[in-house]
């Protein structure tokens, strides 16, 4: 039988396909699984504080018979939460034009509570915010009337409250949204439900007015317009 023969051409194709694979192998062999890994977030855990002044309570004080004035501090964690404490002073000096009843408080209140922020771009010019109050007063309140005179006997009676005193705390739902003005300056509203926790009212009966918390009666709902410094 005759053996075929081997020519340079088909000794250098087979030397080159060994020489290929060996390649391919210690390529192989070398390759490690990619372990993927979480990228850090680089944002700092305290991103600063911010003071706000609302400016609701202060028109209202100036139009009506009631009002307040409130400044908060916000603690800015990540972009993400926002610890706040607000703090005012409440207060009312009405009367009422039929019953000639006069309406006089002046007290401090105080909420406690967190904001977080629901926009997908946590670091955005634009927060919304979603977030809880805890708040709480204490305060007096008189109630003076020119009297009463007795249609028969023509007696004229004196009737008045003074230093009544009262303790509310009520929780609050709030959402809201603010925006980056200029510089540090910043502008936002809150929208806010209120719901009565507990109070212990005096012995002439609720209050009208409650620092804070509006009038007694008829302020689940209410709002803020506040101007921020955030620092």
């Not at 609302?54 to 501090?73: N, R, W």
């Not at 009422?96 to 629901?118: E, H, Q």
């Not at 007096?140 to 009262?166: L, M, Q």
């Not at 509203?189 to 918390?213: K, L």
């Amino acid at each position: 039988m005759m053996r075929p023969k081997l020519t340079s051409s088909s000794i250098s194709r087979a030397v080159f396909i060994s020489l290929l694979l060996a390649a391919s192998l210690q390529v192989f062999a070398q390759e490690r699984p990619k372990v993927l890994t979480a990228r850090k977030d680089t944002v700092p855990f305290l991103r600063g504080v911010s003071v706000s002044a609302d400016l609701v309570g202060l028109i209202q004080k100036m139009v009506s018979d009631y009002g307040q004035y409130e400044a908060s501090l916000r603690v800015n964690i990540k972009d993400k939460y926002f610890p706040v404490v607000e703090l005012g002073l409440g207060k009312a000096d009405a009367e009422d034009v039929a019953t000639r009843l006069t309406y006089k408080t002046s007290a401090p209140y105080g909420r406690i509570g967190l904001d977080f922020n629901m926009m997908k771009n946590k670091h955005d010019v634009y927060r919304i915010y979603a977030g809880f109050r805890y708040a709480f007063t204490t305060f007096k309140y008189d109630v003076t009337s020119p009297g009463i005179e007795d249609p028969v006997w023509r007696e004229h009676t004196d009737f008045g409250i003074e230093g009544a005193k009262c303790t509310y705390h009520w929780g609050e739902l709030v959402v809201g949204i603010d925006a980056k003005i200029w510089g540090p300056v910043r502008m936002g509203w809150t929208v806010r439900y209120r719901r009565r926790i507990a109070y212990s009212a005096s012995d002439f009966g609720n209050a009208w007015y409650v620092p804070g918390y509006g009038k007694g009666d008829s302020s689940k709902l209410g709002g803020t317009f506040n101007l921020t410094f955030e620092l």
